[in-house]
């Protein structure tokens, strides 16, 4: 999935748009999306409008938009080219998020969902954030999956 792919399906924009490329999407066969996993790439730069003030003297990214990060990745594993037209997804929960280590400008934050759950409109997917082979953020996303017609 390109970025222009990413752009279409994903409603942020700049500052926002913490996926910068999906590297890989696997979706078995089956009757629902339980196992499709995503692999996406965010690269964190100290261009990013957060960090003069997280923190001046020592940058860090927010975990905020670490988890956010991870939730823009779910919201593209959920996504479905049959159900284009209207496709919206909103998170409706995060549980059991952990941060295991900061991340910094320079870092390329490997962010890798899986849906663990498959509900129909609800959608429970497990995500993980690497730095260097090192997890350092890690949590449950559920998001509710829409279809809006205008």
């Known amino acids: 999935m390109d970025i222009n792919k990413?752009?279409?399906v994903l409603p942020h924009r700049f500052p926002f748009l913490l996926i910068d490329r999906v590297v890989s999407m696997t979706k078995p066969e089956g009757k629902n999306r339980?196992?499709?996993k995503l692999t996406a790439i965010?690269?964190?730069?100290v261009n990013e409008p957060h960090f003069p003030g997280h923190f001046p003297d020592n940058p860090v990214m927010p975990g905020v938009l670490q988890i956010e990060a991870l939730a823009q990745a779910a919201a593209l594993v959920c996504y479905h080219e049959?159900?284009?037209?209207g496709f919206q997804v909103a998170i409706a929960s995060i549980n059991n998020a952990k941060f295991r280590r900061?991340?910094?400008?320079?870092?390329?934050?490997?962010?890798d969902v899986e849906i663990t759950r498959d509900g129909g409109r609800i959608v429970c997917c497990r995500g993980e954030g690497r730095v260097d082979g090192k997890v350092v953020v890690e949590a449950d996303v559920v998001a509710t999956v829409q279809h809006v017609t205008k």
Do not use: H, M
Request: proline residues 12%; hydrophobic residues 40%; glycine residues 8%.
């Open 6 to 8: 990413v752009l279409e």
């Open 42 to 45: 965010k690269n964190v730069s």
């Open 102 to 111: 900061p991340v910094v400008p320079g870092d390329q934050l490997i962010v």
């Open 82 to 85: 049959d159900t284009a037209p």
């Open 34 to 36: 339980v196992g499709y």
